[in-house]
T-cell receptor, first 110, second 113 residues
């Protein structure tokens, strides 16, 4: 059974204080790993897809990386508007159904 | 097209009643997914469609739940004889093809009293 563990569960940062979120996964036959951002009461918003170990993608203050067992979401110089829950979801098998982690709740204080 | 839409956004129902939710995906997307999310958890897969065909259902999906996607366009999710444990956010997502990113709707929040 596919398993996804995200850490930390919650993270508080000061504006400008860079940090990383971790996603550890155990899936058979990884086909891709998705990162999403979710604001309270809203649906998840797509950020990145990573397909193979060593791949990196960037968007504004966010950079996602992938190894064979983990993915990291690096946040550089965060701003209060980056406050949200960040979800990791590896997908496996022919159907590409992602398994979502519980997320990391990020709060960035001004 | 502005994205995935869901209706209603909120539904309060009494235990034992039936409810139906609607999802309109992004128009050119072939795949449509239903998820359920409870507080503090990530979305949990329920079922998905490739065009009008329902290809997979979660083992956790009770037989009180049924979904349709007539003509491969919008989809409905029906819950019969609702229970308090059905209270959750029901999310719909669509994607262009297998493996491509999924775009989520705003969700329908169900409260069963």
């Amino acid at each position: 059974e596919d398993q996804v563990t995200q850490s930390p569960e919650a993270l508080r940062l000061q504006e400008g204080e860079s940090s990383s979120l971790n996603c550890s996964y155990t899936v058979s036959g990884l086909r891709g790993l998705f990162w999403y951002r979710q604001d309270p009461g809203k649906g998840p918003e797509f950020l990145f897809t990573l397909y193979s170990a060593g791949e990196e993608k960037e968007k504004e203050r966010l950079k996602a990386t992938l190894t064979k067992k983990e993915s990291f979401l690096h946040i550089t110089a965060p701003k209060p508007e980056d406050s949200a829950t960040y979800l990791c979801a590896p997908a496996s098998g022919g159907s590409y159904i992602p398994t979502f982690g519980r997320g990391t709740s990020l709060i960035v204080h001004p | 097209d502005t994205g995935v839409s869901q209706d209603p956004r909120h539904k309060i129902t009494k235990r034992g009643q039936n409810v139906t939710f609607r999802c309109d995906p992004i128009s050119e997307h072939n795949r449509l997914y239903w998820y359920r999310q409870t507080l503090g958890q990530g979305p949990e897969f329920l079922t998905y469609f490739q065009n009008e065909a329902q290809l997979e259902k979660s083992r956790l999906l009770s037989d009180r739940f049924s979904a349709e996607r007539p003509k491969g366009s919008f989809s409905t999710l029906e819950i019969q004889r609702t229970e308090q444990g059905d209270s959750a956010m029901y999310l719909c997502a669509s994607s262009l093809e297998a493996g491509s990113e999924q775009y989520f709707g705003p969700g329908t929040r169900l409260t069963v009293t």
